[in-house]
């Protein structure tokens, strides 16, 4: 009797070859055979982090066909200040007909997990159970702020937004970034390790439009940066902030940035409103001059190994496999 399976994946043209079919055929809402393509390569061809680690996922197999897959895309986090390589989550399917032979994958990815920080941010609602189940800490909320630009502004303009600093730019193309003042923005915790390398790649993703607006200084070195995405609030054309970093002490600099933005919508377009956000702990956009506040619903979950349970972990909606 044929059973089934759990290898590791190996990359490379003839497994995606094979790969992106079953993507394809599995999904209920598939995407074609070229965005896949561009999806996988940017994953593990591009990615600036993908030599970190050579793990990229697991198959199931039955009767020497695919019936599941997990895929890893290897990443890089800042622990304590110093960068610790780590794993984003991203695909995990298998066939109905195959669910209670997928356990030993899950043992896989629980045993890894274990031991490597690892990042899901785009679980279903059956995986999202079974990680907060596992162990797994998720956020499910987030603080939506609303700004609005140009003359709308005017509602607010009692309360002003600072100007950026003597020998600062605003800086539209993550390119131009040369060097980063720091690749976190604090010496204890657990975040997201920033490089140029990273910023280039992250803009250049092929499944989600991603806006950087950064701050630099004559010598190209970066301070402060957003990325932002197009989204319509309430019929209106707007910007949604999903990353946000400062090597500054307080958030003087990065509420300068959005002043460049508030005072100067054309710098992006003709949108009229910005959201800004914020999970819990992150107080960024506290203070700022905002028209309306609400919570919304997200789900990101991270394995944190035990070593590091104890120490506090900053998170932004651009993080995991959101927007890849």
């Not at 110093?82 to 794993?87: D, L, Q």
Request: hydrophobic share 40%; glycine share 4%.
């Amino acid at each position: 009797m044929p059973t089934c399976q759990i290898e590791e994946y190996q990359d490379s043209q003839q497994a995606r070859a094979e790969l992106i079919p079953w993507l394809i055929a599995s999904d209920p809402q598939p995407l074609s055979i070229e965005i896949w393509q561009r999806r996988l390569s940017h994953w593990w061809d591009q990615n600036p982090f993908a030599s970190l680690r050579a793990e990229r996922g697991w198959l199931l197999r039955h009767e020497d066909k695919i019936g599941g897959f997990l895929g890893l895309i290897p990443t890089c986090y800042a622990v304590n200040g110093r960068p610790v390589p780590a794993f984003i989550a991203s695909t995990w399917r298998v066939d109905e007909a195959h669910r209670n032979a997928s356990l030993p994958m899950l043992m896989k990815f629980r045993r890894m997990a274990a031991e490597t920080l690892t990042a899901d941010t785009t679980p279903t609602p059956k995986v999202q159970a079974l990680l907060q189940r596992s162990g797994w800490s998720c956020l499910t909320d987030i603080q939506r702020r609303f700004v609005p630009l140009g003359l709308i502004q005017k509602i607010l303009q009692h309360r002003s937004w600072p100007l950026l600093p003597s020998g600062r730019r605003i800086s539209r193309d993550p390119s131009e970034v040369q060097r980063i003042a720091a690749s976190c923005m604090s010496s204890a915790g657990i975040e997201k390790w920033i490089t140029p390398e990273y910023l280039r790649w992250f803009a250049a993703s092929p499944m989600r439009r991603h806006e950087f607006i950064g701050v630099i200084d004559a010598s190209d070195c970066l301070s402060s940066y957003i990325f932002i995405t197009p989204k319509r609030i309430r019929g209106l054309p707007a910007w949604m902030e999903i990353d946000h970093f400062s090597v500054s002490s307080d958030s003087e600099e990065l509420h300068a940035l959005v002043g460049e933005i508030v005072r100067n919508p054309s710098l992006l377009g003709n949108e009229r409103l910005l959201s800004l956000a914020a999970f819990p702990g992150d107080t960024s956009w506290d203070v700022t001059p905002v028209l309306h506040q609400r919570t919304e619903h997200v789900c990101h979950c991270f394995a944190i190994p035990e070593a590091l349970e104890t120490l506090p972990k900053r998170t932004v909606l651009a993080e995991g496999d959101w927007g890849l």
